[in-house]
């Protein structure tokens, strides 16, 4: 299997350009946002979860914390979308986000990479694995505290 780090990297690039991009044409719009929302989903929610999954998370706390992680960037991406808005203070744009923002999974696609690249993938996933009822990998918790600190409602992160 081959991780593309570049790939999620190019991801972020391109995240980063289209909303200035609509803000410097002064042609952003509700819809716009929300499709940018929908493929920061697909793109740092679900792609990361999918990987890791695919890189050997299979177990059955592995799925219910990944299915969290992905419900946790649905959940931080509508709460941004609709108080948007109220944090710009009528500007054009947010000055500090609440929660971490979704783009900061690429974090966890960086050590999938590494692990990829070291063969430590599938029964050689770092920390092994436990029985806890249900096989749980712990690496899989840097699923669900990423999860986690995206919808606190106490972490401020400036906006850059």
Do not use: Q
Not at 42 to 60: E, K, T
Not at 96 to 107: A, H, K, N, Q, R
């Amino acid at each position: 299997m081959r991780f593309c780090p570049r790939l999620n990297c190019v991801r972020l690039v391109f995240d980063t350009l289209d909303g200035r991009v609509a803000r410097w044409r002064h042609a952003h719009s509700p819809l716009g946002r929300e499709l940018d929302s929908l493929a920061d989903v697909i793109s740092f929610g679900v792609a990361p979860a999918v990987l890791a999954f695919a890189a050997g998370m299979r177990g059955g706390w592995d799925r219910v914390v990944l299915i969290y992680f992905v419900g946790c960037g649905v959940s931080r991406l509508a709460r941004y979308n609709v108080t948007a808005e109220v944090l710009s203070e009528g500007g054009d744009k947010v000055k500090d986000f609440e929660g971490t923002p979704i783009p900061s999974s690429l974090v966890l696609v960086m050590v999938l990479a590494v692990a990829a690249w070291r063969d430590r993938l599938g029964a050689g996933l770092y920390f092994g694995s436990v029985e806890l009822g249900l096989v749980m990998h712990p690496i899989v918790l840097m699923f669900a505290l990423s999860g986690s600190l995206m919808i606190s409602k106490n972490l401020r992160i400036p906006k850059l």
